[in-house]
């Protein structure tokens, strides 16, 4: 961001005004639409980076402030001011110091959705983006601006949404990469709009010249990817700069990136390496850069939308085997989750999953809350102390976040569960839907009291580990040997304390023996994915290459007697 002129924006005091307060207005090109969505204005102490893009959860972050508008006649302007706003890191903008900052505003836009169940609700719909509120197309933004706040004046600060965010650049297809976007009949009658999914495509080496082979399909979960990452078929970038990763504490990450996707690019073009399809998914949704790949009350379909129309249809246009027994998942953190979770709603359908570092897997441990135990998800319970439940650490155990600060951040971006963030999502996808038609609380987001009906909701619809002790003796047989969970014991979130007590239960399920694999990384952060013998932040760029040999040596095991495991090998 270039550094601006010093501006105080119109700093006009008037005697006996409350509170200091922003004015946003629009461009003229606005003026005859009625818009609804989140407000937002950004304040940072950082002239390199715009606003927008320093709202974290990190010690680093800068300030955000959120309102609400809906049906916003925009020739007249919005106000924001402490009594109605909600605030991270500091939850009131009477709470900001005096000082000098780079002032940012942005209008995240909703649009209205008429949803099959009979409820209407205002949401933010992916354009293309992957539900990043700070980048989506079409929202409205403000160039930044300096100036200077003081709690102690009377100051009105009027801002202009002047700019808008122009349109993602769809992926083009290559020899080896395809793309594929396809309406979906199930989500387009559940949200009462047209609605797609669609997937990257990699082909393997020869599809072309063997015409009659069909292969099996590789189905990499995780966040909205824009085109398939890692495979780059030439080398790195020579004039790369050398830059710090501070994440990992090495020089030149970038370059390491690149020839870890070249690498990879000449593994899969090898004579070794195993013929199949391997495909990443887009499947955004009004709430996140995922759907979680299951079904939900307040998402919709997306589990039999994915399972039933995208991935056979991807098989009929690619020569797919189309069984169950030649599909497998795999993916990491969110893609974890799903990995798992897909093999556990669909045993017929899928024949293996790899889930490394996954999401809470059980919920006795959801993150560092029991939901249902816990009377609340911000605070330890004591008599007489006050401490707060930690949300992010680093590999050594240092404190970042608390799980009440990252929800707090989430709140000021989006009420109704609507900010697109993580504690967001969980809640959209596991809750029942509330009478207003959003999803119910699990807590309440303020206070961290604990909803524990909403819990037993959770429980008996999405907890993994509870449902593969209880329907075992059903699934048992299909489950065995297709469960295998990686996962650093130093990870981030804290997602190794609920693979603990997975793994405890895995252990005493008998008639099958769960015959699976969980396994742990020394010291390992998030991301973590089973391989001892690299550094996390190679091992976490080698998905494909890592669990698609790891799947077809299973599959010796795994697969029916009537299945080809010699045809697509050549």
Known sequence: MKKPLLLILSLLCFKG???QQFVVGTGKSQNTKLLDGRLLVMLSTNEKREPRFEITDALNTQIVFGKDVENWAT????VLNNANSTGYPLAQLKDVPAGEYYVQVLLHKYETFHRKDGHTVKLPMDRGEGQQWNLAPGNLYSKPVKVRIDPKLKNIIKLSLDLEIPPVEEPKDTKYIKHIKIQSKLLTEFWGRP????AHILLPEGFDENPKVKYPLAIFHGHFPSDLEGFRTVPPDTGLPNNYNARFKIYGYEKIVQQEAHDFYKQWTGPDFPRVIAIEIQHPCPFYDDSYAVNSANIGPYGDAITYELIPEIEKRFRGIGEGWARFTYGGSTGGWEALAVQVFYPDQYNGSYAACPDPVDFRA????NIYEDKNAYWYESQFKKLQRPGHR???????????????RELALGTKTRSGQQFDIWEAVYSPVGKDGYPERIWDKQTGVINKKVAEYWKENYDLAYILKRDWAKNGEKWKGRIHIYCGDMDNY???NAVYLAEDMLKTLSNPAYDGVVDYG??????WNGDHTQPNYISRLRYHQMFIKKWVEDLKKTAPAHADLKSWRY
Do not use: I, K, W
Not at 195 to 198: E, H, P, R, V
Not at 366 to 369: A, K
């Open 17 to 19: 005004f409350a509170q």
């Open 75 to 78: 020739d007249q302007p919005q």
């Open 195 to 198: 609605m797609f999914l669609g």
């Open 366 to 369: 959801f993150t560092t809350v």
């Open 394 to 408: 680093d590999y050594l155990g240092q404190v970042s976040a608390s799980v009440a600060e990252m929800n707090q």
């Open 494 to 496: 804290y997602l190794n």
């Open 522 to 527: 020394d010291r390992a952060e998030h991301c």
